[in-house]
């Protein structure tokens, strides 16, 4: 069954950090381009951050969002399967349901990736 499934969100207070991760199952991460994705109560979803694939296929290798640029970071684990998102500095403005994407097209947008997670819930409150 071809999945992703995020996890690593909680509850931090203003300046915290949390790692969120995302696995595959069912195909091998690697060769997709990975997106992060949130959308906050009430807000559009947003793209936060994206990886090229391991072959560097995209004329990028990662990208930020400006709101989350020298904070977040993100990275991915072949031999896991996994991609993940290191968020350091946590603001309240961050709380939101994330969401991993894997793609073979090359797009940064939501609806263009092949396969998309359930999405994790982080909240960042004092």
């Known amino acids: 069954q071809v999945q992703l499934v995020e996890s690593g969100g909680g509850l931090v207070q203003p300046g915290g950090s949390l790692r969120l991760s995302c696995a595959a199952s069912?195909?091998?991460?690697?060769?997709?381009?990975i997106g992060w994705f949130r959308q906050a109560p009430g807000k559009e979803r947003e793209g936060v951050s994206w990886?090229?694939?391991?072959?560097?296929?995209?004329?990028?290798?990662?990208l930020y969002v400006d709101s989350v640029k020298g904070r977040f970071t993100i990275s991915r684990d072949n031999a896991k399967n996994t991609v993940y998102l290191q968020m350091n500095s946590l603001e309240p403005a961050d709380t939101a349901v994330y969401y991993c994407?894997?793609?073979?097209?090359?797009?940064?947008?939501?609806?263009?990736?092949?396969?998309r997670g359930q999405g994790t819930q982080v909240t960042v409150s004092s």
């Open positions: 990886l090229s694939d391991s072959n560097g296929s995209l004329k990028y290798k990662a």
């Open positions: 994407a894997a793609g073979a097209g090359g797009s940064k947008l939501w609806h263009e990736f092949d396969y």
């Open positions: 069912g195909f091998t991460l690697e060769y997709y381009d």
